[in-house]
């Protein structure tokens, strides 16, 4: 069975950084998309970056120039390296990868359980 392990949340200081990690496990045949979403408390979970097999990202207009997203294929995982951060920030970060478990089959995907990221001086 497939899982995906967030790592690299806390609390950190306005204007600090921090680097999200996201490796999945498993029996995995082929990753395309990745990404993450955030959930701040009270509000709807929102996208923040994703990134294409061909490498091509996106981001969310809020993050645009302070987040960067990048990924290893070869180790099955995800990054979210943010600088600058602000208060907004904090929510519960979690990542996504669509992938294929067999060479047959569908595309599905599969959920980090979230880690924690606070911005507070």
């Known amino acids: 069975q497939v899982q995906l392990a967030e790592s690299g949340g806390g609390l950190v200081q306005p204007g600090g950084s921090l680097r999200l990690s996201c490796a999945a496990s498993g029996r995995i045949f082929l990753i395309y998309d990745m990404g993450w979403y955030r959930q701040a408390p009270g509000e709807q979970r929102e996208l923040v970056a994703t990134?294409?097999?061909?490498?091509?990202?996106n981001y969310a207009d809020s993050v645009k120039g302070r987040i960067t997203i990048s990924r290893d294929i070869a180790k099955n995982m995800v990054y979210l390296q943010m600088n600058n951060l602000k208060p907004e920030d904090t929510a519960v970060y979690y990542c996504?990868?669509?992938?294929?478990?067999?060479?047959?089959?569908?595309?599905?995907?599969?959920w980090g359980q979230g880690t924690q990221v606070t911005v507070s001086s």
């Open positions: 996504y990868e669509d992938l294929r478990e067999f060479s047959y089959g569908a595309t599905a995907r599969y």
């Open positions: 990134i294409t097999t061909s490498g091509i990202t």
